[in-house]
């Protein structure tokens, strides 16, 4: 049972993640008033592309193909990292969250050299932006979780979003509320979504992580999409744990609880991507400092909490 | 934790990165609306709504009328009398203002750190000192004269903040003086910059050097 329950969060990010992706798409596209493609097109497009053949550019080499492998290893792996609200990771350890944010910059650094692998002009700006962006987030990221081990006093993600402190606004409300909204950005940036990238772009000139990819074709193009979906669903999910008050003591109630949190936040993210425009490349380190003075903010805030009490 | 306090700081604290990262004026000039109305609720939060005195209750009203309306109010005139609407050429970028501003930030609350104020004071402290230095890097590092009137109400603001969560105690009258001041030194200001928009058509104050004698 214990083990079944440890399950559960892996389970939920592989399987669930493309509907996510799919309830942004049709937020935007009830706003936008149109009918949108359906909940299930990204299950569909993996398929599809799973069944095709693959053509590989002359220039490219194995790096190239290992790429699109290495991302989805990576958050098969970090999917096994990961809590979900009271829901522990299948091995959780001391600082487990630095291992999770050393597999990210590893699939990142895989998709630059893919992308710089090809010797496309494009793709190499897009790598580079991609590679700015990110260092710009992940600072962000630690002091955010780093806000979160000084709250509860714990080094694991599992014992931090289980610890009665968290997601307890009346304790912690602030701390909580900027945490919250840094990883939200965080999120934002790793993901490509807008205000830093526009995932449904096709300009080559602004755009970062769709770019990177124009090269691939078939099932690595299926791989590849089904990676940045369980990205997203993985990062938001920390977002997730970290805003709920309320758990449940059964887990598959948690779990129904929080996928159902996620797929809100997959709406909240529709219409931010509905009411805003992608900002000019210029201003996302701006938007990325402003996230890492949320997380400085929290910590300050903790510090001194902790050392009052 | 006290939170609705932290909270009025953490906003305090936001809506200086947001002038520190924004270029145009008018937006800076409505997040000093948002601070000062923030802050109007500041001595009413320390001692519970219902329970306030009287002169806390003034000090309150007072404040997010100068502060959060009248001062915002008379800058907006300002800025709509001359027809510059952006911080053009500004000493240091958004981008590198609020990289100092962070670090500004992390010195206070290590500074703050340092000091034997417990709870909810120690937050206060840290706050008001990150807005005393940000509002002073905003004075040095813009070149237009409703820019550095921003960074002086920062600076004030910041004060107003340490003074009330040390000494909740504060006379009426000293505040009331105090309010004066700031509103003489903003009026001022404010006629200063439309001399500046008529006689240089411009509200740089660099160019004030020129008409040294």
């Not at chain 1, 000019?280 to 805030?301: D, K």
């Not at chain 2, 939060?45 to 005195?53: C, D, E, K």
Request: with cysteine.
């Amino acid at each position: 049972m214990d083990l079944l329950e440890r399950l559960i969060p892996p389970i939920c990010a592989l399987t669930l993640s493309p509907l996510l992706v799919g309830i942004i798409t049709r937020t935007k596209a009830v706003i936008a008033g149109r009918k949108g493609p359906p909940l299930l097109q990204l299950y569909y497009d993996c398929a599809k592309l799973l069944k095709r053949g693959v053509v590989y550019s002359v220039t490219t080499s194995w790096i190239f193909r290992l790429a699109p492998l290495v991302g989805l290893a990576g958050v098969v792996m970090i999917s096994f990292l990961l809590p979900l609200g009271h829901l522990s990771s299948l091995h959780p350890f001391g600082g487990d969250f630095i291992l999770v944010a050393g597999i990210f910059g590893l699939m990142r650094f895989f998709t630059i050299l893919g992308a710089l692998d090809t010797g496309s002009a494009f793709e190499g700006m897009g790598a580079s932006r991609e590679a700015l962006f990110s260092a710009l987030a992940e600072p962000a990221l630690f002091l955010g979780i780093a806000a979160l081990v000084r709250l509860t006093g714990q080094s694991s993600l599992s014992l931090i979003f289980a610890a009665p402190d968290m997601g307890n606004w009346l304790l912690a409300g602030p701390v909580i509320a900027l945490v919250g909204v840094s990883l939200f950005i965080v999120s934002l940036a790793e993901n490509c979504r807008i205000p830093v990238d526009d995932p449904t772009t096709h300009l080559e000139l602004t755009m970062i992580h769709e770019v990177m990819v124009l090269d691939y074709s078939g099932p690595d193009l299926g791989i590849i999409l089904y990676s940045s979906s369980t990205k997203l669903w993985l990062l938001l999910g920390i977002v997730v744990s970290t805003v709920t008050p309320v758990h449940f003591v059964n887990p598959f109630a948690e779990a129904f609880a929080q996928c159902l949190m996620l797929l809100l936040l997959g709406v909240g993210i529709g219409l931010v991507e509905s009411t805003m425009a992608r900002l000019r490349l210029r201003s996302v380190p701006a938007l990325l400092c402003g996230s890492m003075v949320l997380a400085v903010l929290a910590i300050g805030f903790v510090l001194r909490t902790k050392g009052a009490l | 934790m006290t939170g609705p306090f932290d909270l009025v700081l953490a906003i305090v604290v936001l809506t200086n990165f947001m002038t520190l990262g924004s270029s145009r004026l008018q937006v800076a000039v409505r997040n000093t609306a948002v601070q000062g109305c923030t802050l109007g609720a500041l001595p009413l939060l320390l001692v519970g709504i219902t329970g306030a005195p009287l002169h806390l209750v003034i000090i309150s009203v007072l404040s997010t009328a100068l502060r959060g309306v009248a001062f915002p109010m008379l800058l907006t005139r300002a800025l709509r009398d001359t027809s510059i609407n952006r911080e053009d050429n500004p000493f240091c970028g958004p981008l590198l203002s609020m990289g100092i501003g962070l670090a500004i930030l992390i010195c206070s609350f290590w500074i703050a750190g340092r000091l034997a104020v417990e709870g909810h004071a120690g937050h206060a402290i840290a706050v008001s000192l990150a807005s005393v230095f940000t509002g002073l890097f905003i004075i040095v590092s813009r070149r237009t004269a409703i820019s550095q009137v921003l960074g002086y109400i920062t600076l004030e603001n910041a004060i107003y903040i340490l003074g009330l969560s040390l000494f909740s105690e504060i006379p009426l009258l000293v505040e009331l003086g105090v309010l004066l001041d700031i509103f003489v030194a903003v009026f001022v200001m404010g006629l200063l910059t439309n001399q500046l928009s008529q006689t240089f058509d411009n509200i740089e104050t660099d160019r004030l050097n020129s008409i040294k004698g």
